[in-house]
């Protein structure tokens, strides 16, 4: 049959995401120098507006660099060679945390939890235990691990931390932050780092972080050797001149306005609420074809799912998907490639993204040999979503 979908693709990867157009056009305006007063009122109203989407007091500062610069900053700027960090490694992403640690010499003490399981507060504390005389200078932890589609339960992990050591507790929300709530001071949070092309509905290139006031303190003291990723220096260039310390992607930070605007209208409460209902729906269409989940309820991500199917390889559905639908999705990574496919719905996301979603696993699934299953996913899907309207 001809191309029923005309130009039109579909991205569900979990980042990027899709990008809204009223943030393209944001980004298309004409460009504007990094040190006018133009660039400082923008950067101004980005780092503020952001606030209440970090949970933080501070304003949330940008890196031009992908999320694993922040990462790396995040490393950099709070841990230096021979001293010692807990890293949580649950999937790819904590694994590359530690990774980083290990890089710059500092001695990484990895908890691993098996992956598509959260990291709950008793292992944590009970790897803090075994630790204890152990100079833990900072815990680091993935909020949303991107590669299982976990949620970790942050908010008590963090009081673990605060109860069992005076380290820093250092949170890679990258594949969460603009989808779910936080709030640093309560959840103990020093330095929280995010990047663009997820829930932020922009394209790569930008990198978030925040801070507490311990966290502002210990960046400071930090004697690990840096220079792009030295966040001194993104706060002095903040707090003296309103700018950034060096060329910034002035158009992601345009459309970062715009995504402000735009969380603004919906109000933040909402745009949490609409990913728990996108979660809901695509775990209950999932399940209505019989698919298994990679996670628990309880450990499952309002911005990614993970699907482990059993008789039909996950690549096969991936391509299927992509070749018959337009509609791109993730594999997975590591010791989940092959295993699994990843669905992505976060950032400019609907319920009905998520429909068209469901009914194109129907048919291909269908067409992949199974006993067709139609209209099954989506009606589960609307199920959930009746109760929302
Ligand atoms: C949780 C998490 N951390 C870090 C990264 C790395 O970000 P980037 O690919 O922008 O460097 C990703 C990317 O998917 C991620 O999902």
Redesign the pocket.
Known sequence: MSNLFLDQTYLFT??PTPIPNRVNAAMARPMIGHRSPDFSVLIEEVATKLMPVFGTKHPVLALT???????EAAVVNTVAAGEHAVVIVAG??GD??ATIAENYGVHTHRLNIEWGKSCSPDELAAFLDKLSGTPVKAVFA??????TGVLNPIHELGKVVRKKTDALFIV?????IGAVPVDMEADQIDLLVT????ALMLP?GL?FVSFSDRGLEAIKACPERRFYLDLNRYVKAYEEQKSTPFTPAVSLIAGAREVCTMIEEEGWNHVVERHTLLRDMMRAGIRGLGLPLLTSDEDASPTVTAVQPEDIPAPDIQKALKKDFSITIAGGQKKLKGKIFRIGHMGYCTPFDVLKVLSALELTLAKLGQEPQLGVATKKAEKVWIQHV
């Open positions: 979990p980042g660099s992908s999320g694993t610069s922040a990462l790819s992403f590359r945390f993935t909020f949303n691990e991107t590669s890679d929300g990258v594949s969460c990047s663009s092309q997820k790569p990198a």
